[in-house]
């Protein structure tokens, strides 16, 4: 049987950060993805936006790593000559009763150390954005976009330069711990087995299956999933924004928001809503919805300018009715600390902001592994 020193299950943005932090300090690394290429779930199908780290709660996980992941982000996308804007965002308030919120998110960034933050005046707001119609905003500097998969491929060349290698087409069947090491079955008509020193189970909307398969994980620390469906509507003229654009509300199943491309291409969302399983389908009687959102701030959108654009599935740990900013959705790394299988180290719910902290996210893990092989 074949021998490796770490195995990460599941190629998106995080699992080849974590690879990538891996190689770099000298592990071997293998990465299983189950897929025919790298990234073509929650990391395909996003806004991506690198997020301030305005909108996470006090002390979290995704606070931490979000403001921590943004900086290191920016600084490797300039270094690699990878697409990118820092933009800027604003959050805005359509009526009086919303200007407490733009407070909120100014205490929110403040508690992990975001102090570019200002609010401003409907004039204000309307000088930086003519169309959109607000009674106030704040003003988010460091919000910014990037070509998610230029970066997925810049990681990718990172770790294979750093010696690690990717199989495609490589699902996990089960895993088994013994004293030498996890043995984990590979493959599909014909498996295959190889014994890791570590395991890192990064498959993000397949990770609590991959954990299900682990002999001995217990039952109780795998947490639910939701598969919580965002769509897309492009807008189909020239954009007339040259920020990212927030309502205020940070709940809400009709919080459509402005978000650009690279290209300068405007798209309207996500909205939210729940699916049973992985299922990317376009549902176009949300429409009515978006329009109805979208000019909550921008009422100069004309009928019939909303195209159908795409979907991307979220992997809450938390389902409908559950706040965002609830501790129970915070991302969960788990380590042999918890569930007691040597070797072993479970990421779930690793929804937005996991682009923005992709690497410290990495880091991150890495750290924890070194620590557990200390």
């Not at 979000?66 to 000559?81: D, P, Q, S």
């Not at 991307?312 to 569930?339: C, E, K, W, Y």
């Not at 719910?349 to 200390?374: C, Y």
Request: net charge negative.
């Amino acid at each position: 049987m074949d021998r490796i020193d770490c195995v990460v299950i599941g190629a998106g943005v995080v699992g080849l950060a974590i690879a990538r932090s891996l190689a770099l300090a000298g592990r071997e690394v293998v990465i299983l993805e189950a897929e025919h290429a790298i990234g073509t779930h929650t990391s395909a199908r996003n806004s991506e936006v690198i997020h301030a780290g305005i909108s996470y709660a006090p002390g979290s996980l995704k606070g931490r790593l979000c403001v921590a992941g943004k900086a290191a982000l920016y600084a490797y996308c300039a270094e690699r000559g990878i697409g990118h804007q820092r933009i800027g965002k604003l959050i805005v308030a359509v009526q009086d009763s919303e200007l407490p919120e733009l407070d909120k998110y100014v205490a929110l960034g403040a508690a992990h150390g975001v102090t570019d933050l200002r609010i401003l005046d409907a004039a204000e707001a309307r000088g930086m954005e003519p169309e959109v119609a607000c009674v106030g905003a704040l003003h988010s500097p460091s919000t910014g976009i990037v070509d998610s998969h230029a970066l997925m491929l810049s990681y990718l060349g990172d770790a294979e330069r750093a010696g690690a290698s990717l199989a495609l087409q490589s699902r996990v069947l089960a895993a088994r711990p013994t004293p030498d090491g996890l043995v984990v079955e590979v493959g599909d008509a014909e498996a295959t087995s190889v014994l890791c020193n570590t395991v890192v189970n990064a498959a993000g909307l397949g990770a609590q299956e991959v954990a299900s398969r682990i002999d001995g994980m217990p039952a109780g620390l795998v947490p639910p999933l939701y598969y919580a469906i965002g769509h897309y509507f492009s807008l189909a003229r020239k954009s007339p924004f040259r920020h990212l654009v927030y309502p205020t509300g940070r709940e809400g199943a009709l919080r459509a928001h402005v978000t650009l491309d690279l290209g300068g291409q405007c798209k309207f969302g996500p909205d939210l809503s729940w699916r049973d399983g992985i299922d990317y389908s376009f549902d176009a009687s949300r429409e009515a919805a978006f329009y109805q959102s979208v000019r909550r701030y921008y009422p100069a959108l004309e009928d019939g300018e909303l195209q159908p654009g795409y979907t991307g599935i979220r992997p809450r740990l938390a389902g409908p009715g559950s706040s965002m900013h609830n501790t129970a959705t915070d991302f969960v790394i788990q380590t042999p600390h918890a569930h007691g299988i040597a070797g072993l180290v479970n990421l779930f719910g690793i929804e937005s902001p996991g682009l923005t902290a992709s690497l410290a996210l990495g880091e991150h893990v890495a750290d924890l592994v070194a620590k557990m092989r200390a």
